[in-house]
């Protein structure tokens, strides 16, 4: 996964396509398992496809929490 570079906007667009999930197993990695609701990117057109988008607007110890339970999530899911 990847931070695509945030210009002056509190959304950030997260490259998710190394996971090799397809749109539902994405999204429930990120609900269901991170519990981090995000959108997805392909609601957005078909660019979007395998990105999440994520609201950045908030606490600093809210957004560290997370993005703790993404990684710890991500980690799970491809064994490391």
């Not at 090799?20 to 392909?42: E, F, I, N, Q, T």
Request: hydrophobic share 40%.
């Amino acid at each position: 996964m990847k931070l695509i570079p945030i210009e002056g906007t509190y959304l950030a667009w997260v490259d998710c396509r190394d996971l090799g999930l397809g749109g539902d197993a994405l999204k429930s990695l990120m609900m269901d398992d991170a519990r981090v609701y995000l959108d997805s990117g392909h609601i957005f057109g078909p660019e979007g496809e395998g990105f999440v988008r994520m609201n950045v607007a908030c606490r600093r110890q809210t957004l560290e929490q997370a993005l703790a339970r993404i990684e710890r999530a991500v980690n799970d899911q491809i064994g490391g």
